[in-house]
């Protein structure tokens, strides 16, 4: 008798545990231009943060841009700072909203032009050209996968709810932020 309670007392905990995360982080939107199981890894990643206690007070990684510049290449004085960078190009914005709060009309940047696809890396800001937008686009890299064609990359705004469409080459990409100043 005691093993049937304890069957049904741990179906309804599974259950309300559910109904609590769906509560939580509310229906999975998948994007069609993010591989399922990209979106459902992060899902995943939400789920577990959700049902775990002891996590409450940590942040979830998200991906970085790489490192662009060494130690080396920075020099601190009280009366100026030297970045010895070299080929780097200065980058003003317009006012979008898309890159908010990290970007906005108000911040500028440095940015260098990329050598080898091997270099972009998932996390870093790129300014690439669309097919589906007139100018160039400065967004973060989400995802980077192979087809057919070879490597292609995923971008989105860190303030828009969905990924840019389509598939974005290397070839479209002009320039890497390396850095913003507010």
Not at 22 to 36: E, L, M, Q, R, Y
Not at 65 to 87: A, C, F, H
């Amino acid at each position: 008798m005691s093993k049937k309670i304890f069957a049904i007392l741990g179906a309804v905990s599974i259950f309300l545990a559910g109904a609590l995360t769906g509560a939580v982080i509310g229906p999975v939107n998948f994007d069609k231009n993010i591989p399922t199981v990209h979106i459902i890894k992060e899902k995943a990643d939400e789920v577990i943060g959700v049902l775990n206690p002891l996590n409450l007070d940590v942040s979830p990684e998200r991906a970085s841009p790489g490192d662009w510049i060494t130690n080396e290449q920075i020099e601190v004085y009280s009366n100026r700072v030297i970045l010895d960078i070299q080929d780097a190009e200065w980058a003003i914005f317009t006012n979008t909203n898309s890159m908010d709060p990290v970007i906005d009309e108000s911040s500028s940047a440095l940015e260098v032009v990329p050598e080898t696809e091997s270099d972009i890396e998932v996390g870093d800001i790129v300014s690439y050209r669309s097919d589906y937008a007139d100018g160039n686009i400065i967004h973060r890299v989400v995802y980077k996968g192979q087809d057919e064609q070879g490597t292609y990359f995923i971008m989105k705004g860190d303030n828009n709810p969905t990924s840019d469409p389509g598939k974005i080459r290397f070839e479209q990409m002009d320039r890497v932020l390396i850095a913003i100043f507010y």
